[in-house]
């Protein structure tokens, strides 16, 4: 029996605002994406989906997908183009974006920092700076005033994790900064940077859900049985996600964060966002992949029992409501993501745990950081050239999951049985 129903989860699409908005916003990314060599294929945010232009289109589109719910972003540089004035063309804007998707039926739940600054912020230093937080709760304050009559589901952060370990510790993201200290600084002033405005978003507006967007994953020691593996595993799992997850849910900061001043224990989470996409096999302080499992354009592991080890862990750590906030992979080879998607819905539909929405990564082909537009996480496909989109089969899959609330024998068969992954290793 393949057949599955969600029950109480209902589904949507997720995006950022850097990654499909195109145009020329002052942002860290459009200016790393002007260096030489940075980004894979030479490419920028600049043209991405075009989205900024083509809102109506893409609304039609997600209506065809049958999601009742989006996870979009903010750019922050458009809004606040310099420090402290804001640009109500750019506010103006986003309201008719949420308004028109109220109005279609679909519920917007938008994130206020989705690795995007500002360059002004960046320049006078971004999260690295503790008065950063300060101008953070500025922009927080104007945005979430001009449109919390169409909004009430906030992500103050998204994947606050992968954005300091790539911009603070790897350097490979902007600004390319490369300590141990640094990183530590950045978790604290994001952690504080979201409890500040958990409050803030609360005092504006009480019945408002807010909740963080992190990126979790499972580490597995290489060889179980080898010591040094196994600690790594132990210590990528608490430097990665334990202790950033307990400082923004709890306010609580351990080792090697020290608790910041005016920041007190508490609960600062009405629902958990997790993004979850893979497995780490870990030998030392690394990130590998296993042998002979399967892997996606980007050789990230597939491993679909992950999600629900990962949000069994949160849950049992900080219990509250789950939102998968994204789930996704990249494949030019579509048939892979429609097993994916089965596969990862296959494991919420099979738990107890209180999953309440599933919001695929990503709507459409989008420009994917480093990788440019190399990456094809979309379950509608793009011609950046000629900005054409086209819904996936997957993207039709999904539609019917969407419209069923579940998937029947009819749909695995046509949509599921046939395709595989690339290695090919463990198919159901
Ligand atoms: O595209 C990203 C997104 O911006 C954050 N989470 C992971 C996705 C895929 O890499």
């Known amino acids: 029996m393949h057949a599955f129903s969600l029950r109480n989860c209902e589904l949507g699409v997720a995006t950022a605002a850097t990654q499909i908005e195109g145009g020329h916003a002052r942002t860290n990314w459009h200016r790393w994406a002007e260096q030489p060599g940075r980004i894979k294929d030479g490419s920028s945010p600049v043209r991405a989906c075009d989205h900024w232009n083509r809102v109506d289109e893409d609304r039609e589109l997600l209506k065809a997908l049958n999601v009742k719910h989006y996870r979009m972003g903010l750019e922050w540089a458009r809004v606040e183009p310099s420090p402290g004035v804001f640009d109500s063309t750019a506010i103006d804007h986003y309201r008719r974006e949420l308004g028109a998707l109220v109005d279609a039926g679909i519920k917007p739940l938008v994130t206020l920092h989705h690795f995007n600054n500002p360059v002004w912020f960046e320049d006078e230093g971004g999260f690295l700076n503790a008065a950063g937080t300060e101008v953070f709760q500025r922009y927080t304050q104007r945005v979430v005033s001009a449109l919390s ?6 992500i103050t952060i998204n994947e606050p994790n992968i954005y300091a370990t790539h911009a603070f510790y790897f350097g490979v993201w902007p600004p390319g900064v490369k300590s141990l200290r640094t990183l530590t600084t950045a978790y604290t002033n994001l952690a504080a940077a979201h409890i500040d405005a958990y409050r803030l978003i609360h005092s504006l507006q009480p019945q408002a859900r807010v909740g963080v967007a992190q990126h979790l994953r499972v580490f597995r ?84 029992q992950g999600l629900i080890e990962v949000a069994r862990w949160l849950d049992d750590a900080h219990p509250g409501p789950l939102y998968v906030t994204e789930n996704g992979t990249a494949n030019s080879d579509d048939g892979f993501r429609s097993r994916f998607l089965y596969e990862h819905l296959a494991e919420i539909a099979a738990s107890d745990l209180p999953i309440e929405r599933y919001y695929h990564w990503t709507f459409i082909d989008n420009w994917e950081w480093l990788e440019g537009e190399s990456a094809r996480f979309g379950l509608i496909g793009l011609d950046y050239e000629t900005q054409e989109r086209t819904m996936r089969e997957s993207g039709r899959f999904f539609a019917e999951i969407a419209a069923n609330g579940g998937v029947t024998e009819d749909l695995y068969q046509r949509y599921v049985a046939h395709q595989i992954y690339s290695t090919n290793s463990r198919i159901r």
Not at 149 to 154: Q, R
Not at 248 to 260: D, E
Not at 278 to 288: K, N, Q
Request: proline fraction near 8%; hydrophobic fraction near 40%; glycine fraction near 8%.
């Open 221 to 304: 020691p290489r060889v179980a049985w080898h010591p040094g593996h196994w600690a790594s595993a132990q210590m990528m799992e608490w430097l990665f996600q334990r202790v950033i997850t307990k400082a923004m849910c709890k306010g609580r900061f351990l080792a090697p964060l020290r608790q910041p001043a005016g920041i007190h224990p508490g609960h600062y989470y009405d629902f958990h966002g997790i993004n979850y996409y893979s497995r780490s096999t870990v030998t030392r302080l690394d990130d590998g992949v296993g042998a002979d499992v399967p892997i996606n354009d980007l050789g990230w592991e597939i491993y679909p």
């Open 149 to 154: 009559d169409l909004v009430d589901e906030w």
